[in-house]
């Protein structure tokens, strides 16, 4: 005499199921985003690195510094934003924070976070020429070496 047993899952098992996955989301999701944020560093920094290129190219050439420069990929000072679009590279200053002067012999490039929420940890990145790198946040340990 075989008793038939009912096919699937009780109620038990799918609950034991969705809570094993809520757990997991939880833990994943945090990294996730801390990931996402540091990429959108690495954006930044790009872009920086990138124009302070340009800026030494420029100095090299004419022995100052200059707010009009195009840095490569056709990044221009205050009209631009990075690729994603999540900073925007600001017009250079001299490193005291004063306008750039043709005497300058220090610029100080900007990559202002367009929207602060998203990255609340190190907010805007600063590179000097230098090779002063800060954020307007966090340590430049945390956002520089992500």
């Not at 690495?42 to 290129?53: F, G, K």
């Not at 340009?54 to 990075?82: C, H, I, M, Q």
Request: contains cysteine; hydrophobic residues 40%.
């Amino acid at each position: 005499m075989s008793r038939n047993r009912p096919q699937g899952f009780t109620l038990i098992e799918l609950m034991i199921v969705v809570a094993i996955v809520a757990i997991l989301a939880t833990i994943a999701y945090p990294s996730y985003l801390a990931q996402v944020q540091k990429s959108r560093r690495a954006e930044a920094q790009t872009m920086l690195l990138a124009a302070m290129q340009a800026e030494e190219r420029f100095y090299t050439e004419n022995n100052a510094y200059t707010a009009t420069v195009l840095a490569p990929g056709g990044l221009s000072y205050s009209s631009d934003k990075s690729a994603e679009g999540h900073y925007q590279l600001i017009k250079p200053t001299a490193c005291d924070g004063t306008a750039l002067a043709a005497d300058s012999t220090c610029v100080l490039l900007t990559a202002k976070l367009l929207d602060t929420t998203l990255d609340t940890k190190c907010g805007n990145l600063t590179l000097n020429s230098q090779g002063v790198k800060n954020s307007s946040i966090g340590t430049p340990s945390t956002c520089w070496n992500s």
